[in-house]
């Protein structure tokens, strides 16, 4: 059974960083491409990082220069680094594989910035 487990999050001020990290279980990690997500106004989950099995990066033009994706195939965990968080940085945030999510999403982790 496939297993997303997301932390990370919590409250910061506008310029401040967060470190999420997610691990994962119940797939091949090191031949899957990742991916975070954020949850938007409608309920639906957005892509906006993913990195291949081969450690190409992706990402939505609004964290390009702010966000990293990264991995660990040895702790079968990945991370995003976010920089300069901005208050519409606010949201959700998940984990999945990086092309046609799994069903089975994580409860997420909520990432607040605001001064």
């Known amino acids: 059974q496939v297993q997303f487990v997301e932390s990370g999050g919590g409250l910061v001020r506008p310029g401040e960083s967060l470190n999420l990290s997610c691990v994962v279980s119940g797939i091949v990690f090191q031949d899957n491409s990742l991916g975070w997500y954020r949850q938007t106004p409608d309920n639906q989950r957005q892509l906006i990082a993913r990195?291949?099995?081969?450690?190409?990066?992706s990402y939505v033009e609004w964290v390009t220069g702010r966000f990293t994706i990264s991995r660990d195939n040895a702790k079968n965990t990945f991370y995003l680094e976010m920089n300069n968080l901005k208050p519409e940085d606010t949201a959700v945030y998940y984990c999945?594989?990086?092309?046609?999510?799994?069903?089975?999403w994580g409860q997420g982790t909520q990432v607040t910035v605001s001064s």
């Open positions: 990195i291949t099995a081969g450690g190409r990066l």
């Open positions: 999945n594989v990086g092309w046609s999510p799994y069903d089975s």
